[in-house]
């Protein structure tokens, strides 16, 4: 199909609530309340509380009411990976995005038209998450978190690999590694599972309730315990994770003499590590790189990409080098989520 400059904003387009697919009645990820909501993914500059309806994955819809209560919406449909549901004038349905547990990109077809709806997405194996499924389209909707060419995360089992030599290194040592609360956390238990570390891993309170809704939803995470009150000397040498915050304030105090790491595709930065007191950098993130960016819109086909959060400047530029018609969606409060 070939289409012009304008045509798919006649039907999908940033309104002051988000992005709004007009035939369908619905927005996507939407910045505020609305009445029909479609939701990518958990995080909460995606999962916003307070809509009417909203439909999303039920791995998503689960992670909505565990974070936001009754703030999950009105009525929740859940809608599984595949299958294609009519909205209005439109189909929607949703493919899988990498991303974290239950993440979805949101296929939108409308007379003969096919819009893809990324949310964060990523294209590496993730043991957490249903692996990124490529679907061709007319218009692309990407995210670009990391998008310079600067950034290119490291093959997770190679930094998984540096935080257990640095453990068998120290080992009177706690490892305290930050880590997102909602996904990153829970795919470093996995990661660590993966490459045989088989003990007790210990976990910041306010991480205990996702890893069990994770443990609910099928993932495996083996042995967790919540630090609590348990002694300096039992969490020496063992590995400790708590979000991003908690690095840097008294809670860690309770830990022995904690090696700090943090696992970010922001660790790439070595002045971010340096600023964050971070003693080991793991480059490992839930968000696609430069390369992976630019490989998955070739991959799509579509004609047309628009970007949203993130570095918009340089992936429009670069798409408009290959050919192609890009614009930058300036879509409100889309975070980093301190990946
Ligand atoms: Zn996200």
């Known amino acids: 199909m070939t289409t012009s400059v304008g045509t798919f904003e006649r039907w999908l387009y940033p309104s002051p609530s988000g992005l709004y697919c007009e035939p369908g009645g619905f ?28 439909l999303a994955t039920t ?17 929740q449909q859940a809608l599984s990976l595949g299958q294609r549901l009519e909205i209005g004038d439109v189909a929607v ?27 964060d997405y990523k294209r590496r194996a ?45 080992p009177e040592r706690t490892h305290l590694v930050g880590a997102y609360g909602l996904g990153k956390a829970q795919r470093i238990i996995a990661l660590l599972r993966r490459a045989g570390f088989d003990r007790t891993i210990y976990l910041h309170g306010a991480m205990v309730a996702m890893c069990d809704l994770y443990e609910r939803l099928g993932i495996d995470l083996g042995a967790l315990e919540p630090v609590g009150d348990t002694p300096k000397e039992k ?20 830990l022995a003499d904690p090696v700090t790491a943090f696992a970010s595709g922001w660790m790439r930065v070595k002045a971010r590590a340096r600023q964050r007191g971070v003693e080991l950098p793991l480059v490992i993130s839930d968000h696609v790189d430069w390369p992976d960016l630019m490989t998955t ?6 004609e047309e990409i628009w970007v949203t959060h993130g570095r918009e400047e340089a992936v429009v ?9 890009a614009r930058a969606l300036a879509l409100l409060g889309r975070e980093d989520e301190a990946e």
């Open 27 to 54: 927005h996507v990820d939407p910045g505020q309340a609305v009445d029909r909501a479609i939701i990518t993914h958990g995080h909460s500059d995606h999962a916003r509380p307070g809509h009417s309806h909203v």
């Open 59 to 75: 791995e998503t819809l689960q992670v909505m009411r565990l974070r936001l209560g009754s703030g999950a919406g009105g009525t």
């Open 93 to 119: 349905t949703l493919h899988p995005a990498g991303h974290i547990l239950g993440s979805a990109q949101v296929l939108i077809e409308y007379r003969g038209m096919r819009a893809v709806v990324s949310g």
């Open 126 to 170: 993730d043991p957490t998450a249903v692996s990124f499924e490529l679907v061709p389209c007319h218009l692309f909707i990407t995210e670009a978190t990391f998008g310079l060419p600067v950034f290119r995360h490291e093959p997770d089992q190679r930094e998984i690999g540096r935080l257990l030599a640095s453990l068998a290194a120290f």
């Open 235 to 254: 969490l020496a040498g063992e590995i400790v994770l708590a979000p991003p915050s908690a690095l840097a304030d008294r809670w860690s105090r309770r």
């Open 297 to 302: 819109i070739a991959e799509t086909g579509a």
């Open 317 to 325: 530029r670069a798409v408009t080098l290959m050919g192609r018609r």
